[in-house]
């Protein structure tokens, strides 16, 4: 099969018999390219079936990754999943006004967040639970978001995880920028103390390459050498739009236009996405940045809670799909190699549902936020305006309480 | 109520390395004073960094950021791509990082490209936090007509941006405020867009002696600028002087007409307009901006709330049509001038 690298750049010289294996105009204009695994292209380290992949580049990122790493690392997976499904019934129940479900994306957000160094940043878009979850954001502090109850109440700065971005692309130059500031403050590429370098990682969907936003993210990154990561995680669907519509090529070649490395990973591959993203953050910090990583995955659950994928896409595409589930691949490869028995696997169960429990608990007894949290930190400063607004609003509301009292 | 600069007894830091920053008072243009006040707050303060569209070697095509690049180094006055929600968007990030960016958006008609960010990411991160992240920055925004220029470089869109909660909203009109107002819009922090006169950027009548060891006017507090007791003319930006010139025609015929500066369009600081309403009866709002859903609406709603039983007129609005800014041939027709001030004066005073 011809490379989508000659796709790009048909070779004009190139005879009849050369270019007969290429797919036609018609295809090429389909996007059909945007959408196929990437054949040799795509990086993968455990595959579905639970075997490990060689690779000379990419293994030596993971060569500290024994069986024990593995199991924590299957861990995080079982209990991210866990707590999404979690999450996602709460919000049938109406506990939750919303949720974004990251099912099937657990291979991606744990690879990649448990790549990242305590100094390291990370921006999320609104879908990085796992994410969050590896940079040690208790799961509980995210949930404010969907019950409606807050806006992100997590401790930023000592997670370092930015606030969730639901503006599609915003957060990518919010990222470049502060990637920029590591720079600037001598956070790259020191050669004697890798201690003191810093990374910056950015997360988008595959529908977010289509953003300005994002775009200018690279441009920016790629002229200022910022240490930043793009990761995108595409799981092939922006809410019913699959990623031909935001694409001709496959997204992670995109990269080669603003003259940085770009990489499709298999992002149902823990191994695959934990070893790329370290690569990544390495040469961010050693000052060789930006790098673009597509890790290749599926949304197996709706966009939201409020979407309704049967109305766009046809169920054996998720039958397939589940194939190449991102924990069962893990499971088999412990299992296969002797690195976890069944006690093992009952035991993440079990912590698994406990920690779904508290979740349940904690969302069920989640105070409203009072009425003057409306004017609460519009401004950092004191905002007379906003003070008179709200003593006149708190003033109107004890009028009720002072009629129902004389009742 | 009118409040003069103090004389000197601040605690201003002393730069004696500073090559055009002394403490005497000299005649400066607005534009001189705005690159001195960026000067100093780049002094003061080593996380200030300023970003823009040729505002390094060139010096920004209005001069404002002259000599920037050379003192303090392309790692604090960036060269940007030609990217407005680039220039936005990282200086979010910056300032999340702990940076104080300064954002030069080359004219007012190009700032739509970051008006996503603006409203979305600068304007909110604040509040969706709830204080923990703060976004100090500052956008400078060359705006106003009488340039003789072709379309997207004349607006007056500080309405847009005055709407929005979580922005602060503030313009100067002479060389002492644009000296000190952009060194405290830098050191907010709160996200400020800086609306700057372009057409007076290098006007030599308005050159003023700028005491830089004097204490400075709170940044959003509007202030009286000229006393009367006729009536009250409101205005902000390119229109005070066009307000002050009118006093002055009115005042060769016999007629005191008060002046107001509002300096900050949000907040909006309007005690000492409804003091003056009070005095006077009458008020008159100008400005270049469309009247439509406007800071002179907005003005107008708050007086008839406070000072209802003290107008003796309804307040009248001298502005720019509801109407894209017009071929800069018709501009002279489109902006308030001094006639059509005294016109809405001798309305307001007829009724």
Known sequence: MSSPEQWAQPDQGADAAATAGQPSAEQVIAGLRATTEGGADLIQLLTPEGERVASPIFDPYVADVDNESLRELYRDLVIVRRADREANAMQRQGQLGIWVPLLGQEAAQIGSGRALRPKDMAFPSYREHGVGYARGVDFKELLGIFRCSDQGQWDFAKHRFHPYTIVIGNQVLNACGYAMGQKFEGKVGNQENDGDNEATICYFGDGATSQGDVHEGFVWAAVYDAPLVFFCQNNQWAISEPTERQSRLPLYQRARGYGFPGMRVDGNDVLGCLAVTRWALDACRNGNGPVLIEAFTYRMDAHTTTDDPTRYRLSDELEAWKLKDPIERVRVHLTRNGGADADFFAEVDKAADDFAAELRDFCFNMPDPPPERIFSNVYAEPSPVLDAQREEFLSYLDGFATAGGER | MAAPAKSANSATVNHPEAPTVPSSAQNLTIGKALNLGLRKAMEDDDKVLILGEDVGKLGGVFRITDGLQKDFGEDRVLDTPLAESGIVGTAVG??????????????????????????????????????????????????????????????????????????????????????????????????????????????????????????????????????????????????????????????????????????????????????????????????????????????????????????????????????????????????????????????????
């Open chain 2, 94 to 351: 910056l300032a999340v990082r702990g940076f104080r960016p300064v954002c030069e958006i080359q004219f007012e008609g190009f700032i739509f490209p970051g008006f996503d960010q603006i409203n979305s990411q600068l304007a909110k991160l604040h509040y969706r936090t709830q204080g923990e992240v703060k976004v100090p920055v500052v956008i400078r925004v060359p705006y106003g007509g009488g340039i003789g220029a072709v379309e997207h470089h004349s607006e007056s869109p500080e309405s847009l941006f005055a709407h929005l909660p979580g922005l602060k909203v503030v313009s100067c009109a002479n060389p002492v405020d644009a000296y000190w107002m952009i060194q405290q819009a830098i050191t907010s922090d709160d996200p400020i867009l800086f609306f700057e006169p372009k057409r007076l950027y290098h006007s030599g009548a308005l050159k003023a002696p700028v005491d830089t060891a004097a204490t400075p006017e709170r940044l959003h507090a509007s202030r009286v600028v000229r006393q009367g007791t006729a009536a009250t003319l409101v205005c902000y930006g390119p229109t005070v002087q066009v307000c002050l010139d009118a006093a002055t025609a009115a005042a060769n015929e016999g007629m005191e007409l008060e002046v107001i500066d509002l300096r900050s369009m949000s907040p909006l600081d309007l005690a000492p307009v409804f003091d003056s309403v009070r005095r006077t009866g009458r008020l008159i709002a100008v400005s270049e901006a469309p009247s439509e859903s406007s800071i002179t609406s907005e003005i107008v709603a708050r007086v008839q709330q406070d000072c209802f039983y003290s107008l003796e007129a309804p307040v009248l609005r001298v502005t720019g049509f509801d109407t894209p800014y017009p071929p800069a041939k018709l501009e002279e027709h489109y902006l308030p001038d001094l006639d059509r001030v005294l016109h809405a004066v001798d309305r307001a005073m007829d009724w």
